[in-house]
């Protein structure tokens, strides 16, 4: 009883965000952040045209920015004047 409590906690705490309390969708939890970031910089590494370095860093920095998001401090946001 007390294993399979601690098993769902931890579940709930990996899946929700904690000041949001929505889930997080799968690909920008940070658990699958190494696995899925191989493809992106295989893509980055390959040595091709233009358009495939063009192409592979979109992908990565919007990805980046995906979870970033997903992650982000919900409950104490930063402004705008801050960033620049």
Do not use: C
Not at 2 to 22: A, C, G, Y
Not at 49 to 65: E, G, L
């Amino acid at each position: 009883m007390n294993k399979n409590l601690w098993e769902s906690k931890l579940m709930k705490q990996s899946i929700i965000h904690p000041d949001t309390n929505k889930p997080i969708f799968w690909a920008f939890r940070f658990s699958a952040f190494p696995v899925l970031n191989i493809p992106i910089t295989t893509l980055l590494l390959f040595p091709g045209s233009t358009t495939i370095t063009v192409a592979s860093q979109f992908i990565n920095q919007t990805y980046n920015v995906a979870i970033n998001y997903s992650n982000r401090n919900a409950s104490n946001p930063m402004p705008n004047t801050k960033l620049s």
